[in-house]
């Protein structure tokens, strides 16, 4: 015996409505996603553009190579990235390390600076390009504060008593046979600086004369370069070469109290802009998330 007659449809079957109502709200919300997006997008180029100031300022900053005084080293037209987080905690150069400090006494003095388009200022401001306004300079730590240095006509740098092994050496160049010196004491919070480029390198041996007797003072100096990270085909490091770590070199002066400086903390292998970039949008993403979980709550 029937006890009932089954209908047109079985239960839960789409209707034709229902499916047409249901591509509505797929739309709509796929357009309103394409709308928040668009709004967010300024929101995301805010924090990037805040987070790569805040890495040139205090981390990371790209510098170019304007000479041929670090070759072999660095070539000209290099880019390299600085670390300028170790300054911060009280670190201070160490032997070897090649550094990029602020003109200490007119060492670039009638050596022209180019003048920036506003394109390239905007650019060095947030850390893509290296500020064509500043003169800086870049050359290797030889010896810092308490240190006796020296080199004679023939012979090697020495530093403490220690003969330099120096293979970093521009091919063909001598270690000082252009301006010998020395010894020298160089002063607590000053270091003594020389390019691997010998005799293609006004250094410290050639501003004995100036204010500074051939010194950087010490909070001259912006940070240590750590990477060559342009051109592409030019990628790496920036290690102490190995004879300013032999036994005794050190006898004379005081390690920093960090012993930060060798590490070479910041992030190294993107520019600010990239950084503040990665970073800017797991905020953002985060951000519309909860938007998203507070209107489906609702």
């Known amino acids: 015996m029937a006890v009932g007659a089954r209908s047109g449809r079985d239960e ?24 928040s997006f668009w709004k967010e997008l300024p929101l995301l180029i805010g924090i990037a553009l805040l987070l790569a100031l805040l890495i040139k300022t205090f981390l990371v900053q790209a510098f170019s190579i304007p000479s041929d005084s670090m070759q ?3 070539q000209r037209g290099d880019r390299v ?6 300054p911060w905690f009280g670190s201070e150069p160490e032997r070897g390390e090649v550094v990029v400090f602020h003109d ?5 003095s009638g050596e022209p600076t180019p003048e920036p388009n506003f394109a390239q200022k905007a650019l060095s401001w947030i850390g893509l390009m290296p500020s064509a306004e500043e003169k800086d300079l870049i050359k290797r730590t030889i010896a810092i504060g308490g240190d006796t240095v020296e080199c004679k006509k023939g012979g090697p740098v020495v530093v403490n008593g220690k003969a330099l092994d120096e293979p970093y050496i521009y091919p063909g160049n001598t270690p000082c046979d252009d301006a010998p010196f020395g010894p020298i004491k160089v ?5 003594w600086v020389m390019g691997d480029h010998r005799q293609n390198s006004q250094d410290s041996r050639y501003h004995m004369q100036d204010s500074t007797q051939g010194f950087v003072p010490v909070d001259k100096v912006v940070g240590r370069a750590v990477v060559i990270a342009w051109p592409v085909t030019r990628w790496s490091t920036l290690p102490v070469p190995d004879t300013f770590d032999q036994p005794g070199i ?3 002066a005081a ?9 070479g903390l910041a992030p190294v292998g993107l520019g600010p802009a990239a950084l503040g970039l990665a970073g800017a ?11 998203t979980t507070g209107r489906t709550d609702g």
Not at 13 to 20: L, N, S
Not at 81 to 86: A, C, E, P, Q, W
Not at 104 to 108: F, G, I, R, V
Not at 187 to 191: L, N
């Open 12 to 35: 839960g079957e789409e209707r034709p409505h229902d499916a047409v109502g249901n591509e509505i709200d797929e739309d709509g919300a796929e357009a309103q996603s394409h709308r």
């Open 72 to 74: 072999d080293t660095l």
């Open 81 to 86: 990235l600085v670390d300028k987080l170790t």
């Open 104 to 108: 200490p006494a007119n060492w670039l």
């Open 187 to 191: 002063p607590q919070g000053k270091i």
């Open 250 to 252: 050190g006898n004379q």
């Open 255 to 263: 390690a920093t109290a960090l012993g930060l400086g060798a590490a």
């Open 281 to 291: 949008v797991p905020l953002v993403m985060w951000r519309r998330r909860r938007l």
